[in-house]
């Protein structure tokens, strides 16, 4: 079973490829490196609030989208 941060990561990397957009054009999108984007979809990363804010913005989501495990 999946632990909170890799399910977090899975729905960022779901809807990331909804829309099209590699790793890197969400990185640049959301003003942070490639390597955050992929240590998210990891779930080897711990996403500050900001963050979530900027993801949701950028990938056109609510939150309750993005934190539903």
Known sequence: MANI????GQNVKKHRKELGLSQ???AF???RDTR???AIEAG???P???TIYKLCKTL????SQILSF
């Open 48 to 50: 500050t609030m900001q």
């Open 36 to 38: 955050t984007i992929v």
């Open 5 to 8: 941060y890799q399910s977090f």
């Open 24 to 26: 890197e054009e969400l």
């Open 60 to 63: 056109k989501i609510k939150s």
């Open 44 to 46: 080897d990363r711990n």
């Open 29 to 31: 999108k959301i003003g």
